[in-house]
């Protein structure tokens, strides 16, 4: 089954900048739509962006369009979350989550099939 592997959390200032990536293997990641989701402490996981399999279309959580950039990059079998202007309210633990479906959905979750582990992103000063 489809392996996902996140990297690129960690601490930062309020206003500053993160760029997540998430790792595929075991399949090829072009054919499945790709969703970032976050779980904040004591909060359900929401989808905070997602792209169709072949990155044509992308959505975002209100909470984060304009701030926040979802990529692939189909021939390194990679999918990348740019996150700027970072708040307090944006620390969570942030996974990535595959859909075999080319089509993009901001949820609900158990739309997603495929997990990875997770990367913590905390913003504090």
């Known amino acids: 089954q489809l392996q996902l592997v996140e990297s690129g959390g960690g601490l930062v200032q309020p206003g500053g900048s993160l760029r997540l990536s998430c790792a595929a293997s075991?399949?090829?990641?072009?054919?499945?739509?790709i969703g970032w989701v976050r779980q904040a402490p004591g909060k359900e996981r929401e989808v905070v962006s997602c792209?169709?399999?072949?990155?044509?279309?992308?959505n975002y959580a209100d909470s984060v369009n304009g701030r926040f950039t979802i990529s692939r990059d189909n021939a390194n079998n990679t999918a990348y979350l740019q996150m700027n202007s970072l708040k307090p309210e944006d620390t969570a633990v942030y996974y990535c989550?595959?859909?075999?479906?080319?089509?993009?959905?901001?949820?609900?979750?158990?739309?997603?099939?495929?997990w990875g582990q997770g990367t913590q992103v905390t913003v504090s000063s």
């Open positions: 075991r399949f090829t990641l072009r054919y499945f739509a």
């Open positions: 989550a595959g859909r075999s479906r080319s089509s993009c959905v901001m949820g609900p979750v158990t739309l997603y099939d495929y």
């Open positions: 792209i169709t399999s072949s990155g044509d279309s992308t």
